[in-house]
T-cell receptor, first 111, second 112 residues
Framework: DAMVIQNPRYQVTQFGKPVTLSCSQT?????MYWYQQKSSQAPKLLFH???????NEADTPDNFQSRRPNTSFCFLDIRSPGLGDAAMYLCATSTPRAEQFFGPGTRLTVL | DQQVKQNSPSLSVQEGRISILNCDYT??????FLWYKKYPAEGPTFLISISSIKDKNEDGRFTVFLNKSAKHLSLHIVPSQPGDSAVYFC???????????WGAGTKLIIKP
């Protein structure tokens, strides 16, 4: 059974055209994360939520925004994607012991 | 400043032998350590973890060892199987902080 679901799995957008990635979870975890991962580098944390408390990493570009309307859903909005934003975007949830469960990721291509 | 370091970008091991993946950290406040496995085009999968109050945790073929004095942990996979070929990430956290600090990953290749 899927626990962290991301849609779509593959997203193609044009340079500068806004795009929204979605994530849902069935684990009822309070904490949710958005990561960006390029090649086989370590995932780079963009945001995390503890319930509705939003935490933005200091080096996350303003181009990236996030919404969490309820416990189950979280969205990543990229307002004006650049070529450098092409990456795998990973959503994760966390147990209280920081064991993070990842979704399959959305591969973003920017043309 | 990298707080979690995986100094080997890749490791090649014969099928059936032991794979040992290493991780070093600098922050003595870390008290929980995790290993993740990642296949291409998939999200990382949690593998095994260890609390700083322990020095060993075992789960099937996977064992994690923690040496706090050396600020070093290792993941042992015995015996190694072709399906173990993946990138392995070490991560660490400080209790009550939900953020993980990640290493750069080690690509493990299991040769038949």
């Amino acid at each position: 059974d899927a626990m962290v679901i991301q849609n779509p799995r593959y997203q193609v957008t044009q340079f500068g055209k806004p795009v929204t990635l979605s994530c849902s979870q069935t684990l009822n975890h309070n904490v949710m994360y958005w990561y960006q991962q390029k090649s086989s580098q370590a995932p780079k944390l963009l945001f995390h939520y503890y319930d509705k408390d939003f935490n933005n990493e200091a080096d996350t570009p303003d181009n990236f925004q996030s919404r969490r309307p309820n416990t189950s859903f979280c969205f990543l909005d990229i307002r004006s994607p650049g070529l450098g934003d092409a990456a795998m975007y990973l959503c994760a949830t966390s147990t209280p012991r920081a064991e993070q469960f990842f979704g399959p990721g959305t591969r973003l291509t920017v043309l | 400043d990298q707080q979690v370091k995986q100094n080997s970008p890749s490791l090649s091991v014969q099928e059936g032998r032991i794979s040992i993946l290493n991780c070093d950290y600098t922050n003595s406040m870390f008290d929980y350590f995790l290993w993740y496995k990642k296949y291409p085009a998939e999200g990382p999968t949690f593998l095994i973890s260890i609390s700083s109050i322990k020095d060993k945790n075992e789960d099937g073929r996977f064992t994690v060892f923690l040496n706090k004095s050396a600020k070093h942990l290792s993941l042992h996979i015995v015996p190694s199987q072709p399906g173990d070929s993946a990138v392995y990430f070490c991560a660490a956290s400080v209790d009550s902080n939900y953020q993980l600090i990640w290493g750069a990953g080690t690509k493990l290749i299991i040769k038949p």
